[in-house]
């Protein structure tokens, strides 16, 4: 297991506060769920600080609002999740740890700012502890696939549950044939609800489109023998949390998630498969599908 010691010149122990974003993106607790995932879209990100009268409340976690149904009018102070917050004092390597045991990629700092898996990431990317990993190596080899005859309602359910970007889509000899990303399945569930003014639930017919309708087939997926440093230098410059891994013969074989980086960084291990907790609504038959697959 690979152990780091996060320290810069003169042997001291970085803190939280060298590599935060000071500028951070925030929302109030009265802004609408419609405006706040406005936001989160246009800078890319997938948690945001909820504030009310200046003082912070919790975050709003994209991925929780994913299956819920909301109007898009409704307040955000509903789905306010209380995360850890971290003290500027706090090292990196006590970031890392709150982030794989609360799930959470981005952390508030008091009164200073924000750090997130990104933020290690980019500033430990150069370090020799990558010299001799490949992707294999720290692959998550128990992970959530599509299938060609697949809904999008499903694939938007397992990446909400999972937390990832994309996820392949095979054929009937396990081969991938493309990957299906959220952004994607967003914009075809928005364009379908404009064109029915807004109308559009989870109970529409329109969430059973097969999910070859949105299938992106040009991807090429991470071959598992890529070095892992240039792997996730592709992650960072794509700004996704996890990419689909496949074998010689094209067969998805895994997911690398940045997650799973952070916890091989840090001497922790979230082991060989995805710990899901489901939160939104779900009916029991698909939790115990998603479970056991």
């Known amino acids: 297991m690979v152990q780091l010691k996060f320290t810069k010149r003169?042997?001291?122990?970085?803190?939280?506060?060298?590599?935060?974003?000071?500028?951070?993106?925030?929302?109030?607790?009265?802004?609408?769920?419609?405006?706040?995932?406005?936001?989160?879209?246009?800078?890319?990100?997938?948690?945001?600080?909820?504030?009310?009268?200046?003082?912070?409340k919790g975050m709003l976690i994209y991925y929780d609002l994913l299956t819920k149904l909301t109007s898009g009018k409704e307040k955000v102070q509903k789905y306010i999740k209380r995360t850890p917050v971290l003290s500027p004092k706090q090292t990196i390597e006590d970031a890392i740890k709150i982030m794989i045991k609360s799930g959470i990629t981005g952390l508030p700092i008091i009164d200073e700012g924000r750090v997130s898996d990104f933020d290690i990431l980019r500033i430990l990317i150069n370090n020799h502890v990558?010299?001799?990993?490949?992707?294999?190596?720290?692959?998550?080899?128990?992970?959530?696939?599509?299938?060609?005859?697949?809904?999008?309602?499903?694939?938007?359910?397992?990446?909400?549950?999972?937390?990832?970007?994309?996820?392949?889509?095979?054929?009937?000899?396990?081969?991938?044939?493309?990957?299906?990303?959220?952004?994607?399945?967003?914009?075809?569930?928005?364009?379908?609800?404009?064109?029915?003014?807004?109308?559009?639930?989870?109970?529409?017919?329109?969430?059973?489109?097969?999910?070859?309708?949105?299938?992106?087939?040009?991807?090429?997926?991470?071959?598992?023998?890529?070095?892992?440093?240039?792997?996730l230098e592709i992650m960072l410059l794509s700004r996704i949390k996890a990419v689909v891994v496949s074998d010689t013969e094209n067969r998805p074989i895994g997911i690398l998630s940045r997650l799973k980086i952070l916890s091989l960084l840090s001497g922790m291990n979230i082991g060989e498969q995805i710990n899901i907790n489901l939160s939104g609504d779900y009916d029991l038959d698909f939790s115990l599908q998603v479970r056991s697959q």
């Open 130 to 231: 990558f010299d001799n990993l490949k992707v294999l190596d720290v692959l998550i080899k128990q992970f959530p696939i599509l299938r060609q005859e697949d809904s999008i309602e499903k694939a938007l359910k397992l990446i909400s549950i999972n937390k990832v970007d994309s996820l392949p889509v095979i054929d009937n000899f396990g081969k991938i044939v493309g990957e299906v990303f959220l952004s994607d399945i967003l914009s075809y569930i928005f364009n379908k609800k404009l064109k029915s003014k807004g109308k559009m639930d989870h109970e529409s017919r329109e969430y059973d489109t097969s999910v070859m309708t949105i299938v992106k087939r040009e991807v090429q997926p991470i071959p598992e023998t890529l070095n892992l440093r240039r792997a």
């Open 10 to 56: 003169g042997g001291k122990i970085m803190n939280v506060s060298k590599i935060m974003t000071k500028k951070v993106i925030v929302a109030d607790e009265n802004d609408s769920i419609e405006k706040v995932l406005a936001i989160m879209d246009k800078e890319g990100i997938k948690e945001v600080p909820i504030i009310s009268k200046n003082k912070y």
